[in-house]
């Protein structure tokens, strides 16, 4: 957002100072900045300002809960439980705690992407020190619920840590009324500036972890490493427009999002990936039966779309967020992603449904499955000879 980077240009023109130094006006001032900018990152969730920690962006913060808490109650607690769609960067912090010695529960979702609440629960054990669960899918956009997993935490005394880099700032998140303990976000969701993030860590009741960095001791001892401003005012400004501009932002994206939906879905042989009903309206995943995604994607050259998450679509391999939801390899390879936010048009929707329809036309035309499929050809009922 171009009201973003009015905010960080002084920083970068006049406000030099050292956050952390209190011993002259330089420091001052800019710390008095940060604190205003961690006052509009806590006001987004209904946090206290104090519980808001500063990172590099959501993989940081993500890191630091899935390692941190773990690390600290590892005596009498060596068990997690998270789920099979979460971020690659949960996924793999969670796997790593396996290498050191503890028990890590990876549950299953419906075919709509959503966590059984009773399999959760019977999955809490007396040693489990902590349950990851993302707020909204970063692929297919389905939301988790998060009070019924924030009350079940709750009642059985387990730490409850969500990954919201994808909601944060877009669908409403109260935590305190929610029960969870711990949050990651990333600034650039919000249209902030990459490269900046947060996590909020519960204080009363207080939440412990271990520092995943050593060194001076900042951000609460949690986080060291001096912060830099720019960055930090730049996601608090972003966090002061979110909270402003909510409702705006929300309808306008539900709308395009159920122009563009409508318009893909018109297409033959299309399906639209996770639950319509408990999802965020600006991420669309839709599956175009009988054409390779990635085809798809080079043809679309002049679009910004990805086949997975834009953190793993340079691998070929198909999504395993779709693999969990129990989608075959040829519907995951079929899928695309679609986002939507504050600044798309009406416009680029309209050429991005006229562009896909043509494109998956001209593919499907090459493809001799496709031509196989239209003269009634049951393809399940052949038998493909291996190689």
């Given amino acids: ?67 941190g808490v773990p690390r600290f109650y590892k005596r009498s607690k060596k068990h997690i439980i998270t789920t099979r769609t979460e971020h690659k960067c949960v996924l793999e912090a969670a796997r790593a705690m396996v290498n050191e010695g503890f028990d890590v529960k990876f549950l299953n979702v419906d075919n709509e992407g959503l966590v059984n609440l009773k399999e959760l629960e019977e999955a809490i054990r007396p040693d489990t020190c902590l349950v990851s669960v993302m707020a909204v899918n970063n692929e297919i956009g389905v939301m988790q619920p998060l009070k019924e997993i924030g009350s079940i935490c709750k009642k059985h005394k387990v730490y409850f840590h969500t990954d919201a880099a994808q909601a944060y700032g877009k669908v409403p998140i109260d935590v305190n009324e929610m029960n969870i303990d711990l949050l990651s976000v990333s600034s650039h969701k919000i249209y902030g500036p990459k490269g900046a993030g947060a996590v909020f860590v519960r204080r009363r009741p207080r939440v412990r972890l271990d520092p995943i960095l050593s060194g001076g001791g900042q951000e609460r001892g949690l986080r060291s490493g001096t912060l830099p401003p720019p960055l930090v005012a730049g996601f608090g400004e972003a966090a002061r427009l979110v909270v402003q501009e909510n409702d705006a932002d929300i309808a306008h994206i539900k709308r395009l999002s159920e122009k563009l939906t409508k318009g893909l879905l018109s297409i033959p042989d299309t399906s639209l990936n996770g639950s319509a009903e408990h999802r965020y309206p600006g991420c669309v995943n839709v599956s175009f039966a009988y054409v390779e995604g990635e085809s798809l994607l080079m043809a679309m050259r002049d679009i910004a779309l990805s086949s997975g998450s834009a953190c793993t679509s340079a691998s070929l391999e198909p999504s395993y967020v779709l693999h969990a939801i129990g989608k075959d390899d040829a519907l995951a390879h079929s899928s695309i992603r679609f986002g939507i936010g504050r600044f798309t048009t009406e416009e680029e929707v309209e050429y991005v449904v006229d562009a896909i329809s043509k494109r998956v036309k001209f593919l499907r035309e090459l493809s001799p499955l496709w031509e196989m499929v239209q003269e009634g050809i049951d393809l399940n009922s052949i038998e493909w000879s291996g190689h």
Avoid: C, Q
């Fill in 1 to 67: 957002d171009p009201r973003v980077l009015d905010t960080m240009l002084k920083f970068y023109t006049g406000l030099y100072g050292n956050p952390h130094s209190n011993t002259h006006a330089y420091g001052w001032e800019t710390n008095k900045e940060v604190e205003n900018a961690r006052k509009n990152v806590a006001n987004v969730i209904n946090a206290d300002p104090k519980e808001i920690i500063f990172t590099s962006g959501a993989t940081e913060s993500n890191n630091m809960v899935l390692k």
